[in-house]
T-cell receptor
Framework: AQSVSQHNHHVILSEAASLELGCNYS??????LFWYVQYPGQHLQLLLKYFSGDPLVKGIKGFEAEFIKSKFSFNLRKPSVQWSDTAEYFC??????????FGKGTRLSVIA | GAGVSQSPSNKVTEKGKDVELRCDPISGHTALYWYRQSLGQGLEFLIY????????KSGLPSDRFSAERTGGSVSTLTIQRTQQEDSAVYLCASSLGTAPYGYTFGSGTRLTVV
């Protein structure tokens, strides 16, 4: 069965610090990869996705993620975080026509 | 509507009672998913509908849980004889089809079993 690991449960950063959230998955075949974000009191929103092509994908609000096939990883990055990035971030993996498997999430707190 | 609509937004029920949760997906989205979100546990897949195909029920935790989707649109998740461990946020999502389409999530129903 597929699984998704998000290594950090809670990350606390100061504004303007750089962010990297780890995501590793276990699945040997072709996968589709997603990052979702849940701002406080809001529903889950798609941040970015990867299906094929350039392994470095750019999403909304300055986020990007890099797919490294050899490491089964899809880490999320942002060079300079803002207070408004405070949210919970979920990595998700799907091999195709089956429902996405989500990680347990990483809570990001950005302090001024 | 423009988004996925779920009702009720909050539900408090007594242990042993049955509850029904409703999801109205985006018009034209053929795929519909139910997930459960518990504190610190991420999203747990429950059930998936795709078009007219038989639903994938592999994530339902027990036979107390069931779901249906009428006319390829609205879906209802039913939990019978609720238990305290059923307390969670139940999320519905829809998509244009299977991957590579991303999901659009509703705001969820927060279920509290007392």
């Amino acid at each position: 069965a597929q699984s998704v690991s998000q290594h950090n449960h809670h990350v606390i950063l100061s504004e303007a610090a750089s962010l990297e959230l780890g995501c590793n998955y276990s699945y040997g075949g072709t996968v589709n990869l997603f990052w979702y974000v849940q701002y406080p009191g809001q529903h889950l929103q798609l941040l970015l996705k990867y299906f094929s092509g350039d392994p470095l994908v750019k999403g909304i609000k300055g986020f990007e993620a890099e797919f490294i096939k050899s490491k089964f990883s899809f880490n999320l990055r942002k060079p300079s975080v803002q207070w408004s990035d405070t949210a919970e971030y979920f990595c998700a993996v799907g091999p195709g026509n089956t429902p996405l498997v989500f990680g347990k999430g990483t809570r990001l707190s950005v302090i001024a | 509507g423009a988004g996925v609509s779920q009702s009720p937004s909050n539900k408090v029920t007594e242990k042993g009672k049955d509850v029904e949760l409703r999801c109205d997906p985006i018009s034209g989205h053929t795929a519909l998913y139910w997930y459960r979100q518990s504190l610190g546990q991420g999203l747990e897949f429950l059930i998936y509908f795709q078009g007219n195909s038989a639903p994938d029920k592999s994530g339902l935790p027990s036979d107390r849980f069931s779901a249906e989707r009428t006319g390829g649109s609205v879906s209802t998740l039913t939990i019978q004889r609720t238990q305290q461990e059923d307390s969670a946020v139940y999320l519905c999502a829809s998509s244009l089809g299977t991957a590579p389409y991303g999901y659009t999530f509703g705001s969820g129903t927060r279920l509290t079993v007392v």
